[in-house]
């Protein structure tokens, strides 16, 4: 069974462009969530996307969005860049809403460096 | 909100040996899960044990177990007979049994595996 799949595996750019991670869940998942994981500031959770819909966000200005797609996959995409917003971006999948005692599986992550 | 607090930024053991890290954490909830998650240097997350809170027995994966004292709000993970393949950032994450948010977690502990 293959895992959760991110790309790209490192994403370069420069302030004010626009940067979009994608994030393929496990087979059978519908739920996706977007964590950052900065130097200094550890793990926070950003999004969390389930069936098609946005169902909470972390503390993160509204530059950061994105969707989920009807085959559950899901893109995250983070506007106006700024020099901060340098990290590695995971995503992790869990079987959805009403199995909430399962646990997350994450994929391998986006670097995303901002020169 | 939730809270997670890893006390020791850095734990070094000997391989073979038995180590202890450990977790604290605040909340108002009395449904939710704990987990201990681990990040080697190949950044990805990957899943070591949980506990539901309305468990009494303490969860065991093998080598590893969890001392989980929900009256102290404490969730420590034992790594038995400590292998050089253990070496990696240890993470405690609660997420709560509404699921309405992502996991929340720790600041980490970097396990060092003295050979």
């Known amino acids: 069974e293959a895992g959760v799949t991110q790309s790209p595996t490192h994403l370069i750019k420069t302030r004010g462009q626009q940067a979009t991670l994608r994030c393929s869940p496990i087979?059978?998942?519908?739920?996706v969530y977007w964590y950052q994981q900065a130097l200094g500031l550890g793990l926070q959770f950003l999004l969390w996307?389930?069936?098609?819909?946005?169902?909470n966000r972390g503390n993160f200005p509204p530059r950061f969005s994105g969707r989920q797609f009807p085959n559950y996959s899901s893109e995250l995409n983070v506007n106006a860049l700024e020099l901060e917003d340098s990290a590695l971006y995971l995503c992790?999948?869990?079987?959805?809403?009403?199995?909430?005692?399962?646990?997350?599986?994450f994929g391998d992550g986006t670097r995303l460096s901002i020169l | 909100a939730q809270t997670v607090t890893q006390s020791q930024p850095e734990m070094s053991v000997q391989e073979a040996e038995t180590v202890t890290l450990s977790c604290t954490y605040d909340?108002?909830?009395?449904?939710?899960?704990l987990f201990w998650y681990k990040q080697p240097p190949s950044r990805q997350m990957i899943l070591v044990i949980r506990?539901?809170?309305?468990?009494?027995q303490n969860a065991t994966e093998n080598r590893f177990s969890v001392n989980f004292q929900k009256a102290a709000k404490s969730f420590s993970l034992k790594i038995s007979d400590s292998q050089l393949g253990d070496a990696a950032m240890y993470f405690c994450?609660?997420?709560?049994?509404?699921?309405?948010?992502?996991?929340?977690f720790g600041k980490g502990t970097h396990l060092i595996i003295q050979p």
């Open positions: 992790a999948s869990s079987p959805g809403q009403g199995f909430r005692n399962q646990p997350q599986h």
């Open positions: 087979s059978g998942h519908t739920s």
């Open positions: 996307y389930d069936e098609g819909e946005e169902r």
């Open positions: 909340t108002s909830e009395s449904d939710y899960y």
């Open positions: 506990q539901e809170a309305y468990k009494q």
């Open positions: 994450a609660y997420h709560s049994g509404g699921g309405a948010d992502g996991l929340t």
